[in-house]
């Protein structure tokens, strides 16, 4: 099956400060999305960006889907960004979709 | 328009009894997913229904787990004479088609705790 990887698997940052997050998967894909897990365990959707670029105030997306890649931007971090930032892709017909691991961020104040 | 919803929030059980938890899913969708997510990892597949079907449950431990759609009311995952292995929470995820092409919703997920 596809293998999605997420990287960095930590991340660790001041109030303020811009960051990448990257999730990089192994064939061509149908969906992808981005999900934040907050401290309290609730998912939220971010993105449902299977190509192109999106964007919702602090928080942008872009998936070159033909590299197999996408990346996930936040600006001007805020505390309230901390959690696990997740994605999920399908691909090849499946309906059933396989998630990375997550990229862990705690935003200090 | 109320998303996802599901209950209970959190749920205490002792070895051997019963786990019932409910996913209600978004007005106007027919399908519904079942993860489960273990302490300090992602979520993990269990189960894709459909109003009255399951299409899908290769994720799902193959005894004392079942899930249920019906054509009225909640979906509903099962757990009998629950270990203290299955604590994890478990979160229902709803969309409008099962097609690839579709945006999943999550509900806030039950937090099972098996003493």
């Known amino acids: 099956g596809i293998q999605v990887e997420q990287s960095p698997p930590d991340l660790i940052l001041q109030e303020g400060a811009n960051s990448t997050l990257r999730c990089n998967f192994s064939?061509?894909?149908?969906?992808l999305q981005w999900f934040h897990q907050n401290p309290w365990g609730q998912l939220i959707n971010l993105f449902y960006?299977?190509?192109g670029t999106k964007q919702n105030g602090r928080l942008s997306a872009t998936t070159v889907a033909t590299e197999r890649y996408s990346l996930l931007y936040i600006s001007s971090s805020q505390t309230t960004d901390s959690g696990v930032y997740f994605c999920?892709?399908?691909?090849?017909?499946?309906?059933?979709?396989?998630f990375g691991r997550g990229t862990s961020l705690i935003v200090h104040p | 328009n109320a998303g996802v919803m599901q209950n209970p929030r959190h749920l205490v059980r002792r070895r051997g009894q019963e786990a019932r938890l409910r996913c209600s899913p978004m007005?106007?969708?027919?399908?519904v997913y079942w993860y489960r997510q273990l302490p300090e990892e992602g979520l993990k597949f269990m189960v894709y229904?459909?109003?009255?079907?399951?299409?899908?449950e290769s994720g799902m431990p193959k005894e004392r787990f079942s899930a249920e759609f019906p054509k009225e009311g909640p979906s509903i995952l099962r757990i009998q004479q629950v270990v203290r292995g299955d604590s994890a929470a478990y979160f229902c995820?709803?969309?409008?088609?099962?097609?690839?092409?579709?945006?999943?919703?999550f509900g806030p997920g039950t937090r099972l705790t098996v003493l």
């Open positions: 995820a709803s969309s409008p088609r099962g097609s690839d092409y579709n945006e999943q919703f």
């Open positions: 064939d061509s894909v149908n969906n």
């Open positions: 960006i299977p190509s």
């Open positions: 999920a892709v399908l691909s090849g017909g499946s309906y059933i979709p396989t």
């Open positions: 007005k106007g969708h027919s399908h």
């Open positions: 229904l459909q109003k009255e079907n399951i299409i899908d």
